[in-house]
């Protein structure tokens, strides 16, 4: 009884891991930019006056790396390298065409829903901005809110959404039935 209480909670888990969304979110003006899939993960940068600074919570439990103070760490000692000799047998690999590649990363970039776009720029340029302004309002939507401003003021709100069932989809269709 035990083991299938277990054998179903391992299941549960790796179905919500396959199917759970997977968010992105970039918000300039407060500096937030993270990825998560709810329940089991979160990735954040969080920059600083140094550098940046990666804290990552998986269940619940957090991890802070900051890359500069483990640079330093490893920085020790030098190793001494072994020479190893290499052997001169050639694997035979498929080779991967062009084209799938291509079909694969447009497939990847259309499986993505942009649930929030608030963009606000000024590119310093009076001219382009003008430029910018119809081209904006064209494009304008609830879920798109595209402005130009002449004030110099950059800002960028992203929300975008995703499963890793569609990455597991793409990749199937594009390399096993290859089409």
């Known amino acids: 009884m035990v083991w299938w209480i277990i054998f179903i909670l391992l299941l549960s888990f790796f179905t919500w891991l396959i199917v759970g969304p997977l968010i992105l979110k970039i918000n300039t003006s407060r500096?937030?930019?993270e990825i998560k899939?709810?329940?089991i993960f979160k990735g954040m940068i969080i920059p600083t006056d140094e550098f940046l600074v990666f804290k990552i919570w998986f269940a619940f439990i957090p991890i802070t790396f900051d890359p500069l103070k483990q640079s330093i760490k490893k920085n020790k000692k030098p190793k001494k390298e072994?020479?190893?000799?290499?052997?001169?047998k050639k694997k035979s690999r498929k080779k991967i065409q062009v084209i799938q590649i291509r079909k694969l990363?447009?497939?990847i970039f259309n499986s993505f829903n942009i649930k929030k776009l608030d963009m606000n720029?000024?590119?310093g340029d009076f001219i382009l901005n003008a430029k910018l302004v119809p081209v904006f309002s064209a494009i304008h939507s609830e879920k798109?809110?595209?402005t130009v401003n002449f004030q110099e003021v950059n800002h960028l709100e992203l929300i975008?959404?995703?499963?890793l069932f569609n990455f597991i989809k793409i990749a199937i269709k594009t390399f096993v039935?290859?089409?």
């Open 82 to 88: 072994k020479s190893v000799k290499k052997s001169t």
């Open 37 to 39: 899939l709810p329940g």
């Open 121 to 123: 720029i000024d590119t």
């Open 144 to 146: 798109r809110m595209m």
């Open 105 to 107: 990363i447009v497939r």
């Open 31 to 33: 500096n937030i930019y």
């Open 160 to 163: 975008i959404t995703n499963r």
């Open 177 to 179: 039935f290859k089409s």
